[in-house]
């Protein structure tokens, strides 16, 4: 005798199998589109016409325009003008008003405003070539930590680290 349910199985199995091959088919589209290069190219040319300096606004670090960090470096208050020269140093060469900007800030009154731009030069490296004359003076300055930073900064710039 035969199951009841045997019938039931058979369709099942039938279906599993159907199921199976839609899901390869739909798996094999799937890849197919993964790897078309269309969109691929729609992205390289969006990106590449998005690179006129006209089309976008003023360059921001922190959320703010470079101009508002150049204006809180003439601030009375320390922190303030050690966070401008953070967010300056993270800027780096992008806006040409940042490297003399932070050449001035390393003769700043307050040695954390001293060290942070120092560390600001030593992370942009080579670029800041013009540098070096502020650095090799504050090799002498009173704070440790800026001199021991300016004397790798001045390495970096150099090229010798």
């Known amino acids: 005798m035969i199951c009841p349910n045997a019938a039931g199985l058979n369709w099942s199995n039938k279906m599993t199998a159907r199921v199976r091959s839609v899901l390869k088919k739909q ?8 790897y078309c290069p269309l969109p691929a190219a729609c992205c390289l040319l969006l990106s590449l016409g998005g690179c006129q300096p006209n089309d ?24 303030a003008r050690k966070k401008a020269v953070t967010a300056l ?10 490297v003399p900007a932070l050449i001035a800030a390393v003769m700043d009154r307050d ?3 001293r060290d942070e731009a120092v560390l600001a030069l030593l992370r942009i490296g080579p670029d800041a070539i013009e540098a070096r004359s502020v650095l090799l003076e504050a090799e002498r300055d009173k704070d ?15 090229g010798k680290s």
Request: proline share 5%.
């Open 144 to 158: 440790s930590k800026v001199r021991e930073h300016a004397g790798k900064a001045l390495a970096r710039i150099q």
């Open 27 to 34: 798996q094999a589209a799937t890849k197919k589109r993964l």
């Open 56 to 79: 976008r606004g003023p360059l921001l670090s922190h959320g703010q325009p470079v101009s508002y960090w150049l204006e809180q470096l003439k601030q009375s208050d320390a922190k």
């Open 111 to 113: 040695a954390a405003v």
């Open 89 to 98: 140093g993270h800027v780096c060469t992008a806006d040409p008003a940042v």
